[in-house]
């Protein structure tokens, strides 16, 4: 299992910083948040893009996710999804991660299956997947796979939030037999409790993590989104990363993976 962590966790840090504590901490790779206030976003040009990708190259850190904002079951959201996916193969990123962000409409879903669909082809071609996250409207498993089922497209995929996926009521087990099918990668967090998610050190909070851990199998990715960005008086990060990663490679170890568990992408 390879590890991550998203630049959420240190907002605005320059590129060259995020290298460094990827590599002192042991992390394999970094989920960049591909936001205007971030220093990557799409809005940077070819030359920027060039530099972002050799920094991490160099330090042999892997570029795992261009993380945008795009809402796909939003009919008014504008963000362009064919920008993220670009970018994402600029940096030589393996995925996009987008929203639901539906109204709770009728047509969530229908929304969120025609643009992906729309941008399905030209991920695959450019060899990136772009994963809808559980989250907002479509938090469970059960929910995020009824669309991407539905799209039935190469290039897509789902990004499995375990808070979401808890929050929403589903069990850990419920939640990966549903996006085994389509799973890119795990995204994991700890926090207090379903009323308070202020980001905790991993195993500090009541996310059944150990659980969420158990069905996979020994390649794919985890990465620790610490949201940060949103709890300005939580704990500063870059302190937390050794102790995240040996928590995370302690449940890992610990963990009874299922006799066939269908490998994570690589």
């Known amino acids: 299992m390879r590890y991550a962590f998203s630049t959420l966790g240190v907002p605005g840090l320059p590129v060259p910083d995020v290298v460094r504590l990827a590599v002192a901490h042991g992390y394999d790779g970094v989920e960049l948040r591909a936001h205007p206030e971030e220093p990557v976003h799409p809005g940077i040009g070819a030359r920027q893009r060039a530099s972002v990708a050799a920094e991490f190259a160099e330090h042999g850190v892997r570029v795992l996710t261009v ?24 940096l030589g990123a393996s995925y ?13 879903d229908g929304i969120a299956v025609r643009r992906l669909r729309s941008v399905a082809a030209l991920a695959a071609d450019r060899g990136v997947r772009v994963l809808l996250e559980t989250h907002d409207s479509h938090r469970t498993g059960a929910a ?72 996979l199998g020994p390649d794919g990715w985890l990465c620790w989104e610490y949201e940060k960005r949103w709890y300005p008086d939580a704990a500063e990060l870059p302190g937390l990363l050794s102790a995240g990663r040996e928590r995370l490679a302690t449940l890992l170890a610990g963990a009874a993976p299922s006799a066939h568990p269908p490998p994570l992408d690589s």
């Open 67 to 90: 993380a945008g904002y795009a809402r796909v079951a939003d009919p008014d959201d504008a963000e362009p999804l064919d920008a993220l996916v670009e970018l994402a193969h600029d």
């Open 96 to 108: 996009v991660r987008v929203f639901p962000g539906g109204r709770g409409g009728p047509d969530d």
């Open 144 to 215: 995020v796979a009824r669309v991407l089922d539905r799209a039935g497209a190469p290039g897509l995929g789902a990004l499995w939030d375990v808070m979401h996926t808890w929050l929403g009521g589903e069990s850990p087990a419920e939640s990966y037999a549903a996006l085994a099918p389509h799973l890119g990668y795990v995204q994991v967090k700890d926090i207090a409790s379903a009323q308070d998610t202020t980001p905790l050190p991993l195993g500090a909070g009541v996310l059944p993590l150990a659980d969420c851990l158990a069905p």
